[in-house]
Structures are given as structure tokens and as C-alpha cells.
């Protein structure tokens, strides 16, 4: 009889009635393989293995996170209200400790959604696993929580929407950002001034393969999570740093991913990429499910394995040991950056340019941040796009202090109506979205 | 208008009965000799047909506990197993004793060969079996309803060195590694007892000269041809809770949701019906350690019954699960909800006297005036029964489903109405409808109905087809079809092949054509992508006979009840 040593809650929600467009990566039968080898695999018949129904988000978990334009209807889809409930109910299921983790196997995916969203970006619109933990923090009162994003493509969109947060550590691996979607996550993006250091980015080149993966869990993830101390460890666990992906260049592997999952321990993993649906997916799936449940993955063996062609280069393993020493020295150096990155400045300012490829909108930011001593600082998002659209997002923090409370209040009042589209205050204290509009 | 004769095998006795025009034409009781099954089934055969017309009568249909007794005594044949794997959990964990061999071979999600058979490990596991003097063996591969190559090419080799071979991908077109070795473990296990069994039952009729068809009850409350059932001896397993329900199908509503409660002695067993149709269970039987893929029904058994031991703890009334025997107003030694009933005169038969003696110490220990205490225990029985059925509703509801549509629609199961069999039913009824906002009413007949459920059954089977327009190939592996189909061929074409692979299959296995009401289980459809274009189509569907009564029962059900006293 099998048994799971520790107890897993799975969230199954394959969406096969919905898609980006016929032809395209995402699309229904993304997890058709991965439901038919979980079902041959009998999972939800071991002891320990708890399937949930995937639950509905309702606007408010969605306004907690996204300032959406022109509102959340428009950027979302039903699957996206189900794909980020299912990722809510296995954190419930945690956090109640009906198990001990949880893997939710959602589509579509969100880690590309930022914190304004016009439209679809690398296939998400909305950050499932941002709208979970945010929910979390509002319920629960979880405070510090780790991040760590697997994908094969930098996750840019949690990066944003956790960048000046610094109870929030955010940790990506993802193939180089010069040779792929989205283009960022470098070594130098660090976080904001507020929250420096606790945004880490390991890009890999392509061809990297287990052992590179590993190295950089072990020599950086790991130690910085120790140091970190979350309460949670989420993972953002896409697949396509597969070696049979078609979209990237990795050479990842079923069983790579599920040593990955067992040294991370994470307590909550969010399905996000991975496009090799027949090669991969149903092979990774298992491997971290079992991962996950304490079980031996030893058998999963995807066909094509070969651990001689998989191996990577001398010369990938000394780029990968050069990028996680860099990484580390950042880490280890953090308190110092944040204070040069402040300076004796009252306020920060950034602006950016942001490209919506799935629907092809490009959007303007500039971004007004109080330094503050206290808080994570009030923030104010001036937002244009190509289409038109023109809005104020304001987000006071979810630990704000007066000063801050204030100032975001005084921005929100101040601001004036027919200078916008919208005017959007995400007030955190007190969990509330307000709109002012033309 | 058919006679059918219908004989469900109990644990202390047997019931038939004959149906005809008339509604119930005869019953008769035989007491169950577990030793002998065959013998209290031809009794009861006998008996029942005594001066009936043997052409009057059309078929039999028998629910028998043989199989199912044989699984939880532990009194299994030697079966021996022959099995290969892809990826995955390693097929160790799903050995089912020490005659398991696990052999080279392996088939992917798509069916695709990912690795060959060895075909010298194969005779190495037959030349083990045949050491160890083990005579029947059953086959599985992973993904064999997928693709059961594999299991086809190991059966070959086996050749004609066994008694029988069970082949995994013919007990069942549905996923589920572990479930399919324990699901052909099983039938290869029970096919001796269950053969016997028919052979001496055909042997005994023809030379009695009753020469009537007899078909076996399943665990889906559908039958099946007595012959065919030796191909899937599996099938008869778990026959008992599904005649019950099938006695209650008749007397239901066909437009609303409906609960079932079978309150027995031990336990309550419950089921659901949807519009008349009972609801099927997601995998299929779980019987001891066994995890099956064999079609059930859905019916959970709760540990709460007529004679359920009632004691008093830390000043709690507590009531069951366990059972020590009769209710002392029978001549038992503990109290019992029954008791309470004898106490509170609802029911008559036992010796009240005895039932008071039970029920005064627990109305002691109380506090409580003796009918007070009779009462509570009554009432609480009622409740906790009612509570597990609101359990297993919800969760019923609570099965996650894997597609838009399903999450936004949320079709939820909310029965109004209840249907109570068992002995006591009609105390019961009375006061679930007092204490909850059901409507509720007794099956008549009661203490025949899984009998008339029995006999009132049809045949029931489903079939799984795949069809990938891009390979240009259909296939049902279950049924060993497979078919070239064109690029064109459509989502509609796929339900009518569909359709027409069920009907030959339900008339193999002894179905009127009148009886076959085919329904969708399953109909998905996935544009198959390569490179960003489109290559085909990939199909899936899965068609069933619903479970429900032959053609003929409303008006022998009709005339049941009109005949009954309630």
C-alpha cells in the first residue's frame, strides 16, 4: 500500500475548454497528458494524496494585487479567475494544515502579469501566485514569504509586483534574458531602493543542465532562504526548462525538477510554464508531485533521457559558478545597496517601458516612490499606453506608516479626474480599492 | 408480457421472486448456505418455478455474494502477474504477492512504444508461475487502454501454458495503473470459484430441465450474460448494494434527486439518484485492500443500523458503530435502536419486556424517563443517519471537474426526496420527515425490493474511444477495435462509432435492443498542434447504457405498488 510521507493537496484545474487561440502554446490540451498520467499513475488513490476543487477568486483578491485597466473583467477571463482560485485553494489547504504542502496544476499561468495590467503579457494577465500570497497575508496574517521562480523565463511580472517589498523574497532562475523572452533578470536587478536585495536574479545560459540547476539552489537559494527566514516557501514552478521544451534551450529534467522540489521544500508550488506537453509535462508533474509527497521518483524517467547528451559544458558550469558568486556578493551586500540606491532622496523615481506582447500593447510607467525609514514607502504608478488609456495607480503598503498612509491618501485626493482615465488607490491597510473616474 | 425471475443472495437468507404482468407473482425465501452458494441459488430456482411454465419465462437474473465473500474471507486462488511499466512510480509499490513479475516493456500517455518487450523475461516470470503450480495470470501494462500491444504480445508468448490469461486493457477502457493490476489480480484470483459456480448451477438447471437464461447482477446495478460474466468474473463483486438501490430505481421520481437509505442491522447504506438514474462511482469498487477499476455505483455505508449497539459514555448517548447481535427484544444481550422502537411501541414482534430491561439502564444513566430515553435514541439514530448522507452529498459535490464550463455551471447534487428500505423502514420514514425538510417515502415490498431491483435490471457496459486524425486511426483497446478514419472525421462521426461499438457490446452481453439508452460520459476534443500548426484532431469518448430498469418496469412496478399496504 502506498503512502505519502508527508501530506500533498493537489489542485488539477487543466482548463480544456479554453484557450489563448487555436494554435498557440497555451492551449487546451496543455495538461491532457499530464491528467492522463496522473490518472494512470493512480495519485489520487495514495494514501496522503488529496485532490481539491479548484474555488472561483472574487474581484477583491484580484484588486489586492492588479491595478487593472479599464477594470478586472476586461483582463481576465473565467479560466483566470479559476486558475488563480486553484492556486488559493491548495494555500488554504496549507495554511489550515489539512496538508503539509500543495502543488496547484492550473492554467493559464500569471507570472508575467505585473502590478498594472492593460492586457495579456507571455500569455498571463493576472499573477495567480501574487493574488494567492497577497490573500494569504490578508487572512492569515502571513508576513515574510519566498518566491522562488523556476520557470524558464525571468518572472518579471511577481518581480514588479514584489520589488519594493521587502518582506517578499523574490528569486529567479530563468535562462539568460539575452537570448530569450521577456529580456530581463539580470544579476543588477536587485529590488527597489526600499527592498534591495530581496529581488535576486540567477540567469543561466542556454544548456544548462541538472547539475547547473542544482548548484545554484544549493550554493544560493537555499543559504539565502536560511538567512531570509520566510514563514512560506512558494514556488513558481514552470517546466520549460525541459530539455524536450520547444520554446527555450535548457536541458532540465524530470528527475532534475524533482531533486529541485525536494531540496527547496517548498510549501506551496504553482504550476507556470512549460510548453513540451507530451515530453515533459507529465513526466515533471509526477516527478514534483512525488517530490512533494516524500515519495520515490527514482522510476520517473522521461523517454529520451540520456544523461551523457544532457550534460552541460565546463564551460556552462563556470558561467553558472561566476553568476551565483556574483548573486551571493549582492546578497551579502544588500543593507549597503539599498542605502546607496537611497541616497538622502525623500523620493525615488523610475520610469519604464512595457511591452504587452500577447496582445501587443505598449505601455509607459513612471513610478514615484516615498523612501521612507519605516515602511516600505508609498507608491504612485503613472500609467499611458498606446491605446489611449491614461491612469493613476496609487498603493499604500500593507504596513504603512502614517507618513506613508498619508501621502498616498493626499495623491489619491489630490489628483485630478480629467487628467486621468482612471484614478486607483489600493489602500493595503485596510484592504480596500478605490476608483475615481473621468 | 415477460416473466422474470430475480434472486438476490442474502447473508442469513435468499430471496426470489417471479415478476410478471401481474406485478409480483411469487416470492419465496431460502435460507443462505455460504458453504454451498449453489445450492440455496438452485433451490430457490426451483422453488420459484414450481408449476411456472418454463417458456413463460424469459431470464433470470442472480446477485450473488459468491465472489464478493471469497474477496474478504481471504479465500482467493493463486493468481500470478505478469506486468510492465513506463515512467513513473515504479510498479513495485503495486505487487500483489510473491507470484508478481515485473518485465521489460513500456507504453507512453499517447501509446506510443517507449520500450520493447523482452520476450526471454517473459518465459523466465511463465516458467516461475508455472513452477509454483499457479494456473491463471493476469497481464498489465501501463497505458494498455491506450495501447495494449504489450499486453497482446506477453499473452502470445504465454500461449496455451496457463488455464486462462487476463489481459488488463479487456477488464477496463479507463486509467489507473495500480487499479487495473489489482482489477485483473482479482479476476484471476475468483475465476476458479466463480466458474465452478456456473458450471454447477448450468449443470443442475439443465438436468432439473429448467432451461431459463440467467444473467448476473454487477456492481453497477446493470447485469450481464451468466457466460460472459467468465470472461469478468471481476464483474459480479459488490452485486449486494447495488440491488438494493436497483429496488428503489422503480419506485422513484424520474424528475427530481433522490436520496437512498438501506438501514440494515450493522450499517446504513446510501446512495443517490439522479432523476431516477443512480450515480456512478468516480473509479470503481474498493473492496479490502483492492482498489479496482469494476463499475459501481456510488453508495457509501455509514456504521449506524436497527441493531447497532447503544451505550452510554461520559453521559453521551452513543449508538454503534459496532454491532453484538440482535436487539433484545429478539433475544439479544445488548440494547439497540430497535429496542427503543419496541419501548415506544412504533414497532411490534419483539418482546417489549425484554427491549424495556435493555433500555432502563441507558435512561438511568441519562437522567431520562425510560420513553424519553426511548426516544433519544430513536432520534439521534435518525439525525446521524441523515448527517452521513449530508456527508456523502457533499462530498459528491465536492469532485473537482477539470473544465470551464463545469466550474462556472457547478452543477450541484441537492435531493429533496428520500427513499427508505431495509426492515424498519417504515419507523424510520416518519420521523426523517419530521426532523428534515426531505420529503420521504418507503419502498413497497421492502423486504423483497433488492430482489424485484435484481430482477428489474438491464444490461449495462461502456466503451472509451480514441481517435487521433493525425495518425488517422480509431481505436477502442477494450473492445479491440481499431479503424482508419480520415483527416475529416468529426466529433459527430466519433459518437456514432461510439454508439454503434456499445450496442454490438450490449447485445454480446445479453441486452434487449429496447434496453439500450446510450448517454455520453465523456466527448472531449484537442486540436493536435505541431510547430504551431494544426495536424488534427485528437478525440476522446466515452459512452455508457445507463444504469436503470428494463423497458418493461414501469407497469410491473406500478402494479407492485398498487399492491402493497403501506
Redesign the interface.
Known amino acids: 500500500?502506498?503512502k505519502a510521507l508527508n501530506k500533498t493537496g493537489l489542485?488539477?484545474?487543466?482548463?480544456?475548454?479554453?484557450a489563448i487561440s487555436?494554435?498557440h502554446?497555451e492551449?487546451?490540451?496543455r495538461l491532457?497528458?499530464t491528467?492522463?498520467?496522473v490518472?494512470?499513475?493512480?495519485l489520487f488513490?495514495i494514501d496522503g494524496i488529496h485532490?481539491?476543487?479548484?474555488e472561483?477568486v472574487d474581484i477583491k483578491d484580484v484588486q489586492r494585487v492588479h491595478f487593472s485597466y479599464p477594470d478586472v473583467w476586461q483582463v481576465m477571463?473565467?479560466?483566470h479567475f479559476?486558475s488563480a482560485g486553484g492556486a488559493k485553494t491548495i494555500a488554504r489547504a496549507v495554511m489550515e494544515k489539512s496538508v503539509n504542502n500543495g502543488f496547484a496544476l492550473v492554467r493559464p499561468p500569471g507570472h508575467h502579469a505585473m502590478r498594472v495590467v492593460h492586457g495579456g503579457r507571455g500569455f498571463c494577465n493576472v499573477n495567480n501566485e501574487a493574488i494567492m500570497l497577497e490573500y494569504l497575508r490578508h487572512a492569515y496574517g502571513v508576513d515574510r514569504v519566498a518566491v522562488v521562480d523556476t520557470d524558464c523565463h525571468h518572472g518579471d511580472g511577481t518581480q514588479d509586483i514584489y520589488w519594493h517589498d521587502p518582506d517578499t523574497l523574490y528569486i529567479s532562475l530563468h535562462q539568460d534574458g539575452r537570448t530569450m523572452y521577456p529580456g530581463s533578470g539580470f544579476p543588477q536587478e536587485l529590488g527597489g531602493p526600499n527592498a534591495a536585495g530581496t529581488t535576486l536574479n540567477i540567469p543561466l545560459p542556454p544548456y544548462t543542465g541538472e547539475e547547473g540547476f542544482l548548484y545554484a539552489i544549493n550554493e544560493v537559494v537555499l543559504p539565502v532562504i536560511d538567512e531570509f527566514k520566510p514563514e512560506l516557501i512558494i514556488n513558481s514552478a514552470g517546466q520549460d526548462n525541459h530539455f524536450t521544451d520547444?520554446l527555450t534551450n535548457m536541458l532540465f529534467t524530470?528527475k532534475g525538477y524533482a531533486d529541485l522540489t525536494r531540496l527547496l521544500k517548498p510549501d506551496i508550488v504553482v504550476l507556470e510554464g512549460g510548453y513540451s506537453i507530451?515530453g515533459a509535462l507529465?513526466?515533471v508533474n509526477?516527478g514534483i508531485i512525488?517530490a512533494l509527497a516524500g515519495?520515490?521518483y527514482?522510476?520517473?524517467?522521461?523517454?529520451g533521457y540520456d544523461p551523457d547528451k544532457l550534460k552541460q559544458t565546463d564551460s556552462i558550469t563556470q558561467t553558472v559558478k561566476q553568476t551565483c558568486d556574483t548573486v551571493k556578493a549582492n546578497w551579502a551586500q544588500r543593507e549597503a545597496i539599498g542605502r546607496s540606491m537611497r541616497g538622502n532622496q525623500e523620493y525615488a523615481e523610475r520610469r519604464r517601458n512595457i511591452f504587452y506582447d500577447t496582445e501587443g500593447i505598449h505601455e509607459t510607467q513612471r513610478e514615484t516612490l516615498r523612501l521612507c525609514p519605516e515602511c516600505s514607502g508609498a507608491l504612485k504608478i503613472d500609467s499611458t499606453s498606446d491605446r489611449g488609456a491614461h491612469l493613476l495607480a496609487i498603493h499604500i503598503p500593507r504596513k504603512a506608516c502614517n507618513n506613508c498612509w498619508d501621502l498616498g491618501r493626499q495623491w489619491y485626493e489630490s489628483a485630478n479626474p480629467s487628467d486621468y482615465d482612471m484614478i486607483c488607490l489600493q489602500d493595503r491597510t485596510e484592504d480596500s480599492y478605490q476608483v475615481k473616474e473621468k | 408480457m415477460p416473466m422474470i425471475i430475480g434472486l438476490d443472495v442474502g447473508g442469513t437468507h435468499t430471496d426470489v421472486v417471479l415478476l410478471g404482468e401481474n406485478g409480483l407473482e411469487k416470492q419465496v425465501k431460502v435460507p443462505t448456505d455460504t458453504a454451498a452458494l449453489f445450492n440455496t441459488v438452485l433451490t430457490g430456482l426451483e422453488k420459484i418455478t414450481e408449476n411456472v411454465p418454463a417458456d413463460e419465462i424469459t431470464h433470470a437474473v442472480l446477485s450473488t455474494t459468491l465472489t464478493t465473500n471469497a474477496i474478504v474471507q481471504g479465500k482467493l486462488s493463486p493468481a500470478g502477474m505478469i506486468v510492465t511499466s513506463g515512467p513513473g512510480i515504479h510498479p513495485e509499490a503495486f505487487r500483489t504477492d510473491e507470484n508478481y513479475f515485473i518485465v521489460p516493456g513500456g507504453i507512453d500517455h499517447s501509446g506510443r512504444e517507449i520500450e520493447k518487450i523482452d520476450p526471454d523475461k517473459v518465459k523466465a516470470a511463465a516458467d516461475q508461475l508455472e513452477r509454483s503450480g499457479i494456473r491463471h495470470v493476469g497481464v498489465v501494462g501501463k497505458f494498455s487502454a491506450r495501447n495494449p500491444v504489450h499486453e497482446r504480445q506477453i499473452a502470445e508468448i504465454l500461449g496455451d501454458r496457463f488455464d486462462r490469461v487476463f489481459l488488463g486493457h479487456r477488464i477496463s477502457g479507463n486509467f489507473g495503473f495500480p487499479r487495473r493490476i489489482d482489477t485483473t489480480f482479482l479476476n484471476a484470483s475468483i475465476y476458479p470459484v466463480h466458474r465452478n459456480f456456473f458450471e454447477a448451477v448450468s449443470h443442475s438447471l439443465k438436468q432439473k430441465g429448467i432451461q431459463v437464461p440467467i444473467h448476473i447482477l454487477k456492481a453497477d446495478g446493470g447485469t450481464m450474460g451468466f457466460e460472459s460474466s467468465i470472461a469478468f468474473p471481476g464483474q459480479s463483486i459488490l452485486s449486494g448494494p447495488a440491488a438494493s438501490v436497483m429496488g428503489s430505481v422503480a419506485f422513484a421520481p424520474d424528475y427530481t434527486e433522490t436520496l437512498i437509505l438501506d438501514i440494515g442491522g450493522t450499517s446504513t447504506d446510501m446512495a443517490v439518484l439522479i432523476k431516477g438514474v443512480p450515480l456512478l462511482a468516480p473509479h470503481g469498487v474498493d473492496i479490502n485492500q483492492y482498489k479496482t477499476l469494476i463499475r459501481a455505483l456510488k453508495t457509501q455505508s455509514i456504521g449506524i443500523g436497527g441493531d447497532s449497539c447503544v451505550r452510554v459514555i461520559d453521559g453521551e448517548l452513543k449508538i454503534g458503530p459496532d454491532r453484538t447481535g440482535k436487539a433484545m427484544g429478539y433475544g439479544g444481550s445488548d440494547p439497540t435502536p430497535t429496542d427503543a422502537l419496541f419501548v415506544l411501541e412504533r414497532s411490534v414482534g419483539g418482546d417489549r419486556g425484554r427491549a424495556i430491561q435493555g433500555i432502563e439502564p441507558i435512561a438511568a444513566q441519562l437522567g431520562l424517563s425510560m420513553e424519553e430515553a426511548a426516544f433519544e435514541i430513536f432520534d439521534k439514530t435518525c439525525r446521524e443517519i441523515l448527517a452521513g448522507a449530508r456527508q456523502m452529498i457533499a462530498d459528491i459535490n465536492s469532485k473537482p471537474v477539470y473544465t470551464v464550463k463545469e466550474a462556472l455551471q457547478g452543477y450541484q447534487v441537492n435531493p429533496d426526496h428520500i427513499l427508505v428500505l431495509g426492515g424498519p423502514a417504515a419507523y424510520f420514514a416518519e420521523h426523517f420527515e419530521n426532523i428534515s425538510s426531505y420529503t420521504v417515502d418507503t419502498v413497497p415490498e421492502c423486504q423483497v425490493a433488492n430482489a424485484i431491483g435484481t430482477a428489474l435490471s438491464r444490461t449495462t457496459c461502456e466503451i472509451t474511444l480514441f481517435v487521433d486524425t493525425q495518425k488517422g486511426l480509431a481505436t477502442a483497446p477494450e473492445e479491440s477495435f481499431s479503424q482508419t478514419v480520415d483527416l475529416h472525421f468529426s466529433r459527430v462521426d466519433a459518437h456514432r462509432m461510439a454508439a454503434d461499438l456499445l450496442k454490438q457490446k450490449a447485445v454480446k452481453l445479453g441486452a434487449q435492443t429496447q434496453d439500450i439508452e446510450t448517454e455520453l460520459l465523456e466527448d472531449l476534443e484537442f486540436n493536435i498542434v505541431r510547430g504551431f500548426r494544426m495536424m488534427g484532431k485528437n478525440l476522446r469518448v466515452k459512452q455508457q447504457i445507463k444504469p436503470g430498469l428494463i423497458h418493461d418496469f414501469k407497469t410491473i412496478s406500478k402494479k407492485i405498488a398498487d399492491s402493497c399496504v403501506r
Do not use: C, N
Not at chain 1, 490518472?39 to 493512480?42: A, D, K, N, P, T
Open positions: 500500500m502506498l489542485v488539477f484545474f487543466p482548463a480544456f475548454d479554453w487555436p494554435t502554446p492551449r487546451e490540451e491532457l497528458y491528467q492522463d498520467q490518472m494512470e499513475e493512480g488513490d485532490e481539491y476543487k479548484s472561483v477571463t473565467e479560466s479559476i520547444p524530470a507530451e507529465p513526466y509526477i512525488l515519495m520515490d527514482s522510476h520517473v524517467i522521461e523517454p
